[in-house]
């Protein structure tokens, strides 16, 4: 897990997929979403999305002059509309009105 975790603090930015986490790890699938289950509770997908969302709260906060879509980009998020619609889901607000909080 430790592996696991620096890899996608390191790379939560890019195209990121439990194949392309398999590949890297020399896992098969169901080990790696038992490995994920386990150690965070829930699967990789949501916990990658989690990562990219905690790495926009923090750039929200933090990076003002960036644009909510620059954000998005940096973040890993390549669809600014489901940016906005998970962001508002895991927040309870859109991103410009967490950006004002």
């Known amino acids: 897990p430790a592996q696991i975790d620096a890899y996608l ?3 939560y930015m890019e195209k990121l997929d439990a194949a ?9 699938k169901n080990r790696l979403y ?5 150690n965070y509770g829930r699967g990789v997908a949501e916990h990658i999305r ?5 790495a926009a709260c923090r750039l929200l906060r933090e990076e003002q002059e960036l644009s909510v879509a620059q954000v998005a980009e940096r973040c890993g998020f390549s669809d600014y ?4 619609t ?3 889901q ?3 607000l859109p991103p410009l009105q967490y950006r004002k909080k």
């Open 81 to 84: 509309n489901y940016f906005i």
């Open 20 to 28: 392309a986490l398999c590949r890297r790890f020399g896992l098969g």
């Open 86 to 88: 998970t962001f508002k």
């Open 34 to 38: 038992a490995i994920f289950r386990q």
């Open 90 to 92: 895991s927040t309870g």
């Open 9 to 11: 603090s390191a790379h």
């Open 50 to 54: 989690a990562l990219r969302l905690e």
